[in-house]
């Protein structure tokens, strides 16, 4: 990290699975952190003791003025909202109402506050099916899903905000996150996970019977589909060092990938689980499921450009790794609550 001067920042879903481990990093580099979370899939034991707390709402525009002004709050890094991309299908209007009509109350409040940068989380889903792989920043963005779109119209609504008023940001399109912090202090804990890493170690660890294989017959290596699968821990970092830039250079705003720009195939997945527990996880091969790209990779060219980010934890071996320990972790609490 630089010289930077350590602005108080604000944390929004920062009891969550991503918002934790930003907290985390933002407390071990020295940054003052505020937490708001209403806690409807996020934990309260995940938020450290060294940060502020505030349970609540980020369309409680009271609420966070009253934030940004008791802590002199100088940025927000934007992690609340929902993520499951089948129930943004099945109930579109919860995704534009938590993912869209609240962003742009959370905007509002900056703007008027007098927050200067803004860190969002964004994501690969705001690309759709790419005509071409690796994906760059410049690709179409077509979503096919409400919750691609939802993310999306936040971009537009920071770009436009950015242009009108005193205020610069950072969209991060996330890839596929998966790991969790290899201190062991937080991971990933919701349950009804629809990710494969989280499902796999679930499966490894006996919480499920089988991982559910979806599509067998893509144009891959092994007629599975391939994903980019980036560690937590260096997604968070990432997040530090767009940070520091937004606040160097004042009158310049990003959007950028996070992925490591390789890829791996469920079955390699898999095979890795297989490998790091040293335990056969059972599939079952189902159909294609509808709108699943066979690829989807990020061309990171601009983030390593851009950034002094350069991934630490950019092994599959090592993320599967730091997930099973978390999902150990998980069923030691759940078996010893009191302990």
């Not at 100088?74 to 209007?93: R, Y």
Request: charged content about 20%; aromatic content about 8%.
């Amino acid at each position: 990290m630089t010289g930077t001067k350590r602005l108080p920042v604000l944390v929004t879903g920062g009891a969550g699975y991503i918002g934790s481990h930003a907290v985390l990093a933002l407390l071990d580099a020295g940054w003052p952190v505020v937490v708001i979370d209403n806690l409807v899939t996020g934990f309260r034991w995940a938020v450290p003791g060294a940060a502020i707390f505030a349970e609540g709402d980020i369309a409680d525009q009271a609420l966070v003025a009253r934030l940004i002004a008791e802590h002199r709050i100088g940025a927000i890094m934007h992690f609340a909202g929902s993520v499951v991309v089948p129930e943004s299908v099945e109930d579109p209007l919860k995704y534009y109402s938590n993912n869209t009509v609240k962003s742009r109350s959370l905007i509002e409040s900056a703007v008027k506050g007098g927050v200067r940068h803004f860190i969002f989380s964004s994501t690969a889903a705001t690309y759709g099916i790419p005509d071409e792989v690796p994906v760059a920043e410049g690709a179409r963005t077509e979503p096919i899903n409400p919750y691609g779109w939802s993310k999306l119209m936040t971009e537009r609504m920071l770009k436009d905000s950015a242009a009108a008023y005193d205020l610069n940001y950072c969209a991060l399109r996330y890839f596929n996150v998966a790991g969790a912090d290899p201190a062991g202090r937080s991971g990933q804990s919701t349950k009804g996970a629809t990710h494969l890493i989280k499902i796999a170690v679930e499966a490894a660890t006996g919480k499920r019977g089988h991982v559910d294989v979806y599509g067998t017959d893509y144009e891959t290596a092994d007629g599975t589909g391939v994903r980019d699968y980036i560690h937590v821990s260096d997604l968070a970092a990432a997040h530090l060092d767009a940070l520091e830039r937004l606040i160097a250079a004042p009158d310049e705003s990003l959007v950028m990938n996070c992925g490591y720009g390789r890829g791996f195939s469920v079955l390699e997945v898999l095979d890795c689980v297989d490998r790091v527990t040293n335990h056969h996880v059972k599939r079952r091969m189902m159909p294609r499921r509808a709108g699943d790209p066979p690829a989807l990779i990020a061309d990171n060219g601009r983030i390593l450009a851009t950034l002094p980010w350069r991934p630490a934890r950019d092994s599959l071996d090592l993320i599967v790794a730091d997930a099973l320990a978390w999902e150990r972790r998980l069923a030691e609490k759940s078996a010893n609550p009191g302990g």
